[in-house]
């Protein structure tokens, strides 16, 4: 039995502590945090920060907790954990401040803006003896948790490759502040990527080395909603990135994410083995239908087999939680900041392959986080 699994039985029996937590960051996607953290018991919401004052007070209003600036959520004895949604480039700053002050840390993906800052923030972590968490969590849904099942029990035999597809027209359709996706640390693949990436080495396991091509033929993109609508945005980073990642297993992954398409009718992620191919969903959200082709009946839809059934934003920390990662040893539980390094890495490297045109060596290396049973919370 796995550390994590063992960890879910002791906490099953109710003795399970809450965790106080302070969210930093109140925009875009703390309303999906609100509902999760509204729902799940074991998470107790004490205060919500962020630059804007007014943002963060109208957020903790909707999560029954107290707006307050960074500092004074940082220097709260109340707050054991931070949840960090500010954007990446801040990521780094805002988690080692927390660090600091001796708090866990749940940080949105991309883990940090860049690698060796990614680093700074696991080592200052180990250092200090607290969690360091990472997004995604949506991994630990029943939808990448099914497929992950069905790798184990054989379903498709030896695994060998992998394609994950993700082409989409930007973000900026919708997003009203879409500047940091077209700038260093953002793009598609720092973006998008950490969904797909994490799911393939959750599937597959850690990568060894990546090669990789880019591009960004449209040099800039329009606002498409809300005051900002119609400014034009400067492009400083690739839009479209193709990449090949050679598990340490030997399997290969294809990596196509652009924002540089209208549609794409192509699987989410597709993964083939010796004995059959399997078809995985979205990896972007927690659920979704799994299916299977091993001989010729064709694909054939997997019973949902794993994960967390009613998994939402935010269950990347529960699951530290609930592993007993606040209990003593930082380093159980399945969203480690770890994996989200590794996968920064991973990502990181297929950039530089793309600029150098040059294999390059994954230096971190990851566990597969152990597989989710299927779990009612
Ligand atoms: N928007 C989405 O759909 C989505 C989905 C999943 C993950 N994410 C990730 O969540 C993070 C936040 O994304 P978002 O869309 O909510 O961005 P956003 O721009 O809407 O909100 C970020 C908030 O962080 C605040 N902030 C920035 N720097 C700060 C600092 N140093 N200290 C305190 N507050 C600071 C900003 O004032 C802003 O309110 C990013 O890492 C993003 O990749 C976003």
Redesign the pocket.
Known sequence: MSAATESQDRSQDGSQRRLNVGL???????GQYLQTLNRLEDLNLVGV????LD?ARQVAEAGGAQGMS?DELLASPEVEAVIN????R??A??SLAAIAEGKGVYV??PFAATVAQGQQMLAAAETAGVVMGS?PDTVLGTGVQTARTAVDAGQIGTPISAVATMVTAGHESW?P?PDFYYQPGGGPLL?MGPYYVTSLITLLGPVASVIGASSALRTEREIGSGPRAGEKLPVSTPSHITGALIHESGAISTLVMSFDGTASQAPPIEVHGTEGSMAVPDPNHFAGEVLLARDRDGWQPVETAGGYIQAGRGYGLADLLWSGAFDGDPTLGRAQGALGLHVLEVMAGVLTAAETGASVTISSRADRPSAVPLDPR
């Not at 949604?85 to 990446?88: A, E, M, Q, S």
Request: charged share 25%; aromatic share 0%; glycine share 8%.
């Open positions: 930093i960051g109140a925009g875009n996607i703390s920060a962020d630059l804007d943002r960074v949604l500010t954007i990446p801040a990521h700053e805002t949105e993906k997004a997003h502040n973006d």
